[in-house]
């Protein structure tokens, strides 16, 4: 499960400054992955499933008539 595909501010704020002091604190390092955000590959990823998707749907639509 990816729950987040892009930066978004409150979470960064979250992450790189609340919980990384909070886990410095206890003696822990957090670390964390970039966003995807504008990626090539996850873009290319996206657009072949809605491409895909939108083969299925027109199988599917055809296939009715």
Same mark, same amino acid.
Request: charged share 25%; hydrophobic share 40%; aromatic share 6%.
């Given at each position: *499960?990816? #729950?987040?595909? +892009? &930066?978004?501010?409150?979470?960064?704020? /979250? @992450? &790189? @400054?609340?919980?990384?002091? *909070? $886990?410095? &604190?206890?003696? *822990? /390092?957090?670390? +964390?992955? #970039?966003?995807?955000?504008?990626? #090539?590959?996850? @873009?290319?990823?996206? $657009? &072949?499933? @809605?491409?895909?998707? /939108?083969? /299925?749907? $027109? $199988?599917?639509? +055809?296939?009715?008539?």
């Amino acid at each position: *499960m990816v #729950p987040f595909v +892009s &930066d978004h501010v409150e979470t960064l704020y /979250e @992450i &790189d @400054i609340l919980y990384r002091r *909070m $886990a410095r &604190d206890l003696g *822990m /390092e957090l670390r +964390s992955t #970039p966003g995807l955000n504008d990626d #090539p590959l996850f @873009i290319q990823g996206l $657009a &072949d499933l @809605i491409l895909e998707h /939108e083969k /299925e749907q $027109a $199988a599917s639509t +055809s296939n009715q008539l």
